[in-house]
């Protein structure tokens, strides 16, 4: 029986689709580290927290609004993404107020670590409110989009394309609002120099709690549509945390916009795996994905220590 060849394209459209997740949880990751200096261990779990209070949310939206659709997607799908990331990010700022703050006093080091018991909570608070099997949103399944098919001869549902576009425009708006505010001008002075930003007249607790919105609004993002393309999983977040740091590692540390280049490259490689094995290029196979993406990000680290997007000098 001859195996089935899938077009490289269709690899490359996967691709695409993996990065945006990656990109979204990437962004916030880096935020942290730029702005309250430490490593997140929680984020991935955030996401996981995000995708479930969407999961939530569906109950009862699910039935006020019935089989309504805006872009091939049901209209509460949206809705509860919206919740999903409120929840997320008002979540993000309580547990500052409540753990983070009360350790700040020590050094990133006791924040690491207090970050990875966040993690355990949040993993345990979701395993006793909705079980340890997978869920699943109950958005109809849709075919690919026939003059998708037709005319590039890959497979693009609905639901990929708006996990793409949705991204865009999350992407979109944060970097206007790093670039053209006046809080994404407090953030990024805050993240060059904390104390410097501090006697210069900026509430810095203000950045903070901008950055722990944002960061956990677009964690939330990822989540959902991680749980979209394939399930909604208690372990769903620790399990892709890992890539989630290669690709703010690959794209410099404490750099959001190197975040976004490094989840793109890293996605990319995760997904374009199978074909590199089909080309001879990988001698393994799409079982090790996230191996593959670690060591193309340390052969670049060799070259540029500081990431693609870090200061070199």
Do not use: C
Request: aromatic fraction near 10%; glycine fraction near 12%; avoid cysteine.
């Amino acid at each position: 029986m001859i195996p089935l060849q899938i077009s490289p394209f269709q690899y490359v459209a996967n691709g695409v689709v993996f990065s945006s997740i990656i990109v979204l949880a990437a962004i916030g990751l880096s935020l942290v580290y730029s702005i309250a200096d430490f490593a997140n261990f929680a984020h991935g779990d955030l996401m996981t927290v995000g995708a479930f209070s969407a999961l939530f949310s569906v109950g009862f939206l699910r039935p006020m609004l019935g089989d309504a659709g805006v872009f091939g997607l049901p209209l509460w799908f949206f809705l509860a993404l919206a919740f999903g990331m409120g929840a997320a990010a008002v979540i993000s700022v309580i547990t500052d107020r409540v753990i983070y703050q009360p350790v700040k006093g020590s050094d990133s080091i006791g924040l690491l670590i207090s970050s990875i018991g966040v993690a355990l909570v949040y993993r345990a608070l979701v395993f006793l409110s909705f079980g340890t099997e997978a869920e699943r949103y109950g958005v109809p399944r849709q075919g690919p989009i026939p003059w998708v098919r037709e005319t590039l001869g890959i497979a693009v549902t609905p639901r990929n394309l708006v996990v793409v576009t949705l991204t865009i425009v999350l992407v979109t708006a944060l970097h206007l609002t790093l670039t053209r505010t006046t809080l994404g001008r407090k953030m990024r002075a805050t993240a060059d120099n904390a104390d410097l930003a501090r006697v210069s007249g900026i509430r810095t607790s203000e950045v903070i709690l901008a950055m722990w919105l944002i960061g956990g609004a677009l964690a939330a993002a990822g989540g959902v549509f991680l749980g979209l393309e394939e399930l909604v999983r208690p372990r769903m977040g620790f399990d892709i945390l890992l890539i989630v740091f290669a690709a703010v590692i690959l794209g410099g540390i404490g750099s959001v916009y190197g975040a976004m280049l490094g989840g793109f490259v890293i996605g990319m490689v995760h997904e374009l795996v199978p074909l590199f094995y089909q080309w001879g290029i990988s001698p393994v196979g799409s079982r090790y994905a996230a191996a593959v993406a670690f060591v193309i990000m340390v052969a670049i680290l060799l070259v540029r220590p500081s990431g693609i997007a870090g200061d070199s000098g």
